[in-house]
């Protein structure tokens, strides 16, 4: 029987992206949902390295499975690289997606679009029962823009205009965002150690 990789996330949107990320890889799939008891790691790193490290070790050590967790962070120019690694709560430990994009534009009220430039950045960390841990990462540059577009995604997807482009990445399918998006580039940058722990199959 081929050992399941386990996605360290209780997140249905992160969950349904990495799968769809890894759905050509011959790797069977977990979450955190299938294991009730794994603990709930508190994200108060104070980097998305430190954060995506401690979540992937600790689902690990829980499982002794191999465990792929990430973090993720929007980093503004205008606001020093703000909101950061605090960016899931950006406008409060419990707040929701909307609250977090209305407190980003209204630190940002009044800027130029060329002074609204921002980036994802996306961190994955490879936990593998008795190996080092791995870390890869991946970005994606752009604008936050005036109001809010389109209605797939999550988070501040709604507000991030891809570089090149006028769209938002809650403008773009599903496809689209993972063809393109800090996540995908991250997952893409940690598929060879993919590969090379599930062998042949993957």
């Known amino acids: 029987m081929i050992r399941p990789l386990v996605i360290a996330t209780r997140n249905q949107h992160k969950l349904g992206e990495i799968t769809a990320l890894l759905a050509d890889l011959d790797i069977p799939l977990r979450s955190c949902l299938d294991f009730p008891g794994c603990p709930e790691v508190v994200e108060d790193g104070d980097t998305l390295e430190a954060n995506a490290a401690k979540k992937a070790a600790a689902v690990c050590a829980y499982t002794g499975l191999p465990a792929l967790a990430d973090d993720t962070g929007l980093e503004v120019d205008a606001l020093d690289g703000a909101p950061g690694v605090h960016s899931a709560r950006y406008a409060g430990s419990e707040c929701s997606f909307a609250a977090n994009n209305d407190k980003l534009l209204l ?96």
């Open 107 to 202: 630190a940002l009220s009044g800027l130029s679009r060329e002074r609204r430039r921002a980036r994802f950045r996306c961190v994955v960390a490879l936990a593998l029962p008795g190996k080092p841990l791995q870390i890869f990462a991946g970005h994606l540059d752009g604008h936050i823009a005036a109001a809010p577009r389109g209605s797939a995604g999550f988070g501040y997807d709604p507000l991030f205009e891809v570089e090149g482009s006028n769209a938002t990445l809650a403008e773009l399918s599903s496809a689209g965002k993972n063809s393109l998006s800090h996540r995908a580039r991250a997952v893409a940058a940690a598929r060879p150690a993919l590969v090379l722990e599930w062998g042949q199959r993957a």
